[in-house]
């Protein structure tokens, strides 16, 4: 019933079409038309660290961190040379400070409640140089989920309210099939951007994609952000 148990042997395979390398270009692209030198970076919900896997060769010192183990694994074995370490966004704590945090793909939706979103917003920018940058993206209540549909033999079995989106994954084992249930609560802009405003976030560019900014009056499904303390 683990999150990210065993569906972490089929995440890669699921989420190939997702778009790291896109991602990777957007951050290395707002981090160097910032200007400030960039060379650390930690990757809150790192997931099998295939974002830190297109970063590595810009910035050097990445950091991993996920709550789960086993996702953890696939991302030490296709970065060997970076740290990687259990923990939470809630409070993972290092005494240095980044020049970069990311949280991306959902990570932020995984947090249940607003008040945990805060905490968790505060916890990066305690770890953000004052010149850093801090990207993260987040399902907002105007993405439509598909209910029901099979994927790579996995299950997945959906029900979604204004403000959560439930899944229920039936993931193919040797011997019996595991079920993992996910719940990602549903973010709006503002309720996003006033926990980055209340930790300390000044300046918040909002994206609707990785080359488009979100414009006014505009509800993308999902919303991308670079914020500066
Ligand atoms: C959809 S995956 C995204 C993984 C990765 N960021 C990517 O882009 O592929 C969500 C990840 O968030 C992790 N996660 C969930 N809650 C977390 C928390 N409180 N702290 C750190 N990681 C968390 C999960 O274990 C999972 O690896």
């Given amino acids: 019933m683990k999150q990210y148990g065993a569906f972490s042997k089929v995440y890669d395979e699921i989420y190939l079409a997702k778009k790291y390398r896109e991602y990777a270009r957007f951050i290395l692209r707002i981090l160097s038309a910032h200007g400030h030198p960039v060379s650390s970076l930690l990757d809150v919900g790192c997931g099998t660290g295939t974002l830190i896997r297109y970063l590595k060769k810009d910035i050097p010192d990445c950091t991993g961190i996920d709550t789960s183990v086993a996702m ?38 995984y947090l249940p409640t607003v008040r945990q979103l805060e905490v968790a917003i505060r916890n990066i920018r305690d770890h953000l ?53 996910h719940r990602e609560r549903l973010y709006t802009r503002e309720q996003v951007e006033l926990s980055l405003r209340q930790a300390g976030f000044k300046r918040i560019e909002w994206y609707k994609s990785f080359s488009k900014r979100q414009r006014k009056g505009e509800k993308p499904p999902r919303l991308i952000f670079a914020a500066w303390i």
Avoid: H, M
Wanted: charge should be positive; charged fraction near 25%.
């Fill in 129 to 181: 140089d004052e010149q850093g940058v801090f990207f993260g993206d987040f399902n907002t209540p105007d993405k439509v989920f598909v209910p029901n549909f099979t994927q790579k033999g996995v299950d997945f079995i959906s029900t979604q309210t204004p403000s959560a989106w439930t899944v229920r994954l039936r993931i193919p084992e040797k011997n019996r099939p595991s079920v993992e249930i």
């Fill in 72 to 109: 953890l694994k696939y991302a030490k074995a296709k970065n060997p040379k970076q740290y990687f370490r259990k923990d939470s966004v809630l409070s993972f704590s290092f005494r240095k400070k980044f020049d970069a945090i990311t949280c991306t793909f959902d990570v932020l939706n």
